[in-house]
């Protein structure tokens, strides 16, 4: 997942700010070598390694404030004025989702509540030092329940497309069969790992292992590509580590999980 991709790039000594595993300091390496870092193609990647380079010297200046951001309780919340910089033209609370592998973040009005994307969130959650909080309005559990409410929904329509639809098998022969291409296979760039790591992803596609939105990113970002190492490049940032780590779907790990709420904040109008 993005939260845990940006700390497990941050090195050897490091964990996962929610439950975590050790860090391989030579993702960091790749991606600050990377043709994207280095060209700039890639808008949102360098994005994200804005967050990074916020967490990384958390990490390495304010250690005491890493160590609380690591022990944060579950459930926590917060509440704070709008800004013009938020772009919320009402108030609103923002609620961030987990059920077994699956991330998801939803912001609710009085009106509605909808899911929003990674880089939304971290925008919107972005503060300095000097943001003050503020006292949560009383209509708070409202809202989060109408999170609560798009959170089952979207789960439900979730399963219920991995269970009757062709779609998502559909984008997982089509990433296999860009990594069964003559142009993978007769690559003689890739090292050992390399290998290895292209072979378990086939087997993991062939498997049903993949959860149809993860299969959706990879497709989407590799689809036009002829180059394999940027086609490696983008099957690694999409497919979190953890997917080989059981050989149970991740259909079935979510399914078997209970929905937690991580944090919460109020944007008051």
């Known amino acids: 997942t993005k939260i845990n991709y940006f700390i497990e790039m941050l090195g050897n000594d490091a964990k996962l700010l929610t439950d975590g595993e050790e860090i391989k300091s030579f993702e960091l390496f790749n991606k600050l070598t990377s043709k994207e870092f280095i060209?700039?193609?890639?808008?949102?990647?360098?994005?994200?390694?804005?967050?990074?380079?916020?967490i990384k010297k958390i990490r390495d200046e304010e250690s005491e404030l890493f160590s609380k951001i690591k022990t944060l309780p579950k459930k926590a919340r917060t509440g704070r004025k709008i800004t013009k910089t938020k772009n919320l033209q009402n108030s609103a609370l923002l609620t961030y989702f987990r059920k077994g592998r699956l991330e998801k973040f939803f912001i609710s009005t009085e009106i509605h509540s909808q899911e929003i994307d990674f880089m939304t969130t971290a925008r919107l959650l972005?503060?300095?030092p000097e943001t003050r909080r503020s006292v949560i309005p009383n209509n708070y559990y409202d809202?989060?329940?109408?999170n609560k409410v798009a959170i089952i929904q979207s789960l439900e329509e979730e399963e219920l497309v991995e269970e009757t639809s062709n779609r998502g098998r559909t984008n997982s022969s089509r990433v296999l069969k860009i990594l069964k291409s003559k142009e993978m296979r007769r690559f003689n760039g890739f090292t050992e790992l390399d290998e290895e790591y292209i072979k378990k992803v086939k087997k993991l596609l062939e498997d049903g292992a993949i959860p149809k939105s993860a299969v959706k990113r990879i497709f989407k970002e590799i689809k036009d590509s002829q180059n394999p190492f940027h086609i490696l490049s983008g099957v690694k940032r999409n497919l979190p580590n953890e997917f080989f780590k059981s050989t149970q779907t991740a259909g079935d790990l979510s399914r078997e999980s209970a929905e937690e709420i991580i944090l919460t904040e109020y944007f008051i109008k």
Request: no cysteine; charged share 40%.
């Open 39 to 54: 060209t700039g193609e890639d808008q949102q990647e360098e994005s994200e390694l804005k967050y990074l380079n916020i």
């Open 143 to 146: 809202l989060l329940k109408k």
């Open 126 to 128: 972005e503060a300095n």
